[in-house]
């Protein structure tokens, strides 16, 4: 009999902090203010009826058994009006004349019409005995009960989405509330059954309070923290089994042992608190194996979300996000849009399913939508913003909302600055969001944030590197210029003295072939330096074919052979026997190994040695490259000129124009490579030149 009251108790002060709570988060909204009075008559009804049962004085028990009837009167139709609220009914006739026969019942509260008095019956000591009115107070409120049940089992079935689970929760919490509260008119009728379905009247708030967080019931657009809702729901349950375990001390053993209460309760303590995380490996393992899809669905936006900050490029990205989460929420409506600086309005990076024209492209930055979410960084769901009816910032956001044919909007803040939204369609057959996947969209959204942040990052690096290499080239211009000028100088004062004297001495043929042979050289080496110039200055961008890098590399060897046999050297190819292909400008390739084994050649004394080899190479933990390595036995390259050998017109020989280190270097750099050398006075020199095997991926991992 104690667990019995003290759950009326409790389920007293349950539904006071409700309706307490209902009233604070929003004091306008007509279904919040039915909801939190339908609390009120439930906790009246509770805490009359456990203090009528308790009584000692039958006076007093009178007066709270007649006091009771206050919320039995007025708890249908508060239920009743609520109903016609969540369902979005307009029955204002219906709610009236509901509301006027529960005031017609009002006056006859503390009469002997509707309780006569209160007699000993089954194991209570005081207990209703049913005046004239008692019988039509009993329909009435039947009447309400079973009318409200009927519309919300017609709307439960006419419903999709939130709206369809929202109906579902408040029909659970009622059903077992009102046949377990209806168990106390079965004495009143003589029917001698203990009233024991009073006690599932607690489950209604609970039901209600899980609705309102886990599915957003009413006007109440808030999340509460886990740990809350867990402590909530832990003290809710330990108090009915703290004061189980004290009566069943004190009725077995007639006293209460403090000290073995206390140990009780700190296991009951420790065993909640390490219940949540058995639930959270057990709802894993139930997941994976009962409800598949669900588990899947939930790895597959994980993943997503451990994926996405690997991918640099901003456009793969938005298509990664966008592709991935609607295949795994069964979603076929989505799209993405991110703040541009440059525009100043958010634009389309990417969609799936929806109308593609120009309106949809871009919006301001003023955009109503995008103020909102900016200013509230919390997930918009469409249904829910129907709801503030008349409100003009509301109904504008609704309005972007349907032409993004968007349910559930989420928001990508970062620094308080919202950068973006990605926006989805309805998920499955019109199921709705449910709170889980809101957390996990959440989530998502966090993680996607900082993704596109660090891809627009990389695009900002991309574009100064770019910047730079505009200025290094304009730097290197300038070198050119100075050395193009020491270099034509020489063949310019050539000819200029030829061109002096040849008026003179124009009757001497001797003189004119000498002449015209010196000046056809000198415009020669001019024309070669212009050329070569130009090759620098203005290279052409790599006509890139899959090629077998060994038969490219064999080529330019034999071609270099005859210049080797002048001076005996040897030259040692190890090409790698299953070096994959690779997609390159042949042409171009030819050209820096054929000066590079010139150079090579040049360098080698009699009698020595140039090496060849090409070998496969892994760049960065995953880009496939391979590698051609020439190294030669010459004089090697003084430590202090190792960083110049790629500069503009830098060279250690007598003759050549010192420009063809620095085209094989743009040239490699063309394809997405690099070139590098290790030299060593009487030692030799090696050059080392890395390609990607597929450029294209190249440029996506750099």
Request: proline share 3%; charged share 20%; glycine share 4%.
């Amino acid at each position: 009999m104690t667990t019995y009251i003290l759950s009326f108790y409790i389920t007293t002060i349950t539904n006071i902090i409700l309706a307490a709570f209902l009233i604070y988060k929003n004091n306008k909204s007509v279904l919040n203010w039915t909801a939190a009075l339908f609390s009120l008559t439930v906790a009246i009804y509770c805490f009359s009826f456990a203090t009528t049962i308790t009584s000692t004085n039958k006076n007093l028990a009178l007066f709270w058994n007649r006091f009771l009837y206050i919320g039995v009167i007025f708890m249908p139709v508060f239920f009743l009006h609520f109903t016609f609220k969540v369902l979005e009914l307009n029955q204002k006739r219906i709610v009236l004349i509901s509301y006027l026969m529960a005031f017609l019942f009002s006056p006859f509260v503390f009469s002997d019409y509707l309780v006569k008095d209160v007699v000993p019956k089954l194991s209570f000591k005081y207990y209703m005995v049913p005046g004239q009115f008692y019988f039509l107070l009993v329909a009435f409120w039947a009447g309400l009960i079973i009318y409200a049940h009927y519309k919300l089992i017609k709307g439960f079935l006419n419903a999709y989405g939130l709206k369809r689970n929202q109906i579902k929760y408040l029909l659970l919490s009622s059903i077992i509330g009102y046949p377990g509260g209806a168990t106390s008119f079965l004495p009143v009728f003589d029917i001698n059954i203990f009233p024991f379905g009073n006690i599932f009247i607690i489950f209604y708030a609970f039901l209600i309070t899980y609705a309102i967080v886990q599915h957003r019931l009413m006007d109440i657009n808030i999340f509460i923290k886990k740990s809350v809702i867990y402590a909530y729901a832990s003290f809710l349950l330990l108090i009915p089994l703290s004061g189980l375990i004290l009566y069943l001390q004190y009725s077995i053993f007639d006293h209460i042992s403090v000290l073995f209460s206390v140990a009780i309760f700190c296991v009951m303590f420790i065993a909640a608190y390490v219940f949540q995380f058995l639930k959270i490996r057990a709802e894993k393992t139930v997941e994976q194996y009962l409800f598949k899809n669900k588990f899947d669905y939930k790895k597959t936006i994980s993943d997503l979300s451990r994926a996405m900050v690997s991918i640099l490029d901003i456009h793969e990205l938005c298509r990664e996000i966008i592709t991935t989460t609607t295949e795994a929420m069964r979603v076929n409506k989505a799209s993405i849009f991110i703040f541009d600086e440059e525009d100043g309005g958010y634009k389309l990076y990417d969609s799936i399913g929806i109308r593609d024209t120009d309106d949809m492209k871009r919006y301001p930055k003023d955009n109503q939508l995008f103020q909102w979410i900016g200013e509230r960084n919390e997930i918009v769901i469409r249904e829910e913003l129907e709801r503030y009816g008349t409100d003009p910032a509301a109904l504008s956001v609704t309005e972007t909302l349907k032409a993004m044919e968007s349910e559930l909007c989420l928001p990508l803040v970062t620094k308080q600055k919202l950068i973006g939204v990605i926006n989805l369609g309805m998920k499955g057959k019109g199921e709705m969001y449910t709170h889980e996947d809101l957390e996990l969209l959440d989530t998502m959204a966090n993680q996607a944030t900082v993704a596109i942040e660090n891809a627009r990052l990389y695009e900002d690096l991309v574009r100064a590197k770019v910047q730079m290499q505009r200025a290094d080239r304009l730097a290197a211009l300038g070198t050119l210029t100075a050395g193009l000028a020491h270099e034509i100088r020489n063949p310019l004062v050539a000819i200029k003295t030829f061109t002096q004297l040849l008026p003179t001495r124009f009757d001497d043929s001797e003189f004119r072939n000498h002449f015209l042979q010196v000046t056809a050289g000198e415009v020669d080496r001019i024309a070669s330096l212009v050329t070569e110039l130009l090759d620098f200055a203005r290279p052409s961008q790599p006509k890139l074919n899959s090629e077998d890098l060994n038969q490219v590399v064999e080529k330019m060897a034999m071609l270099v052979d005859t210049e080797s046999h002048k001076k005996n050297i040897k030259i040692l190819k190890d090409l790698y026997a299953s070096l994959p292909s690779v997609t390159l400008d042949k042409e171009q390739i030819k050209q820096v190994l054929l000066n590079i084994l010139l150079n090579a050649v040049d360098a080698t004394p009699e009698n020595g040695t140039i090496s060849v080899s090409t070998r496969p190479v892994t760049r960065n933990g995953y880009l496939d490259c391979v590698q051609v390595v020439i190294s030669d036995t010459g004089k090697g390259i003084p430590e202090e000129d190792l960083e110049k050998v790629f500069t503009p017109f830098y060279t250690t020989k007598h003759t050549g124009s010192g420009l063809g280190l620095s085209i094989s270097h743009q040239i490699v750099q063309e394809h997405q490579g690099n070139i590098e050398v290790e030299s060593k006075q009487n030692q030799g020199t090696t050059f080392r030149i890395i390609l990607p095997v597929n450029p294209s991926v190249m440029e996506k991992g750099r």
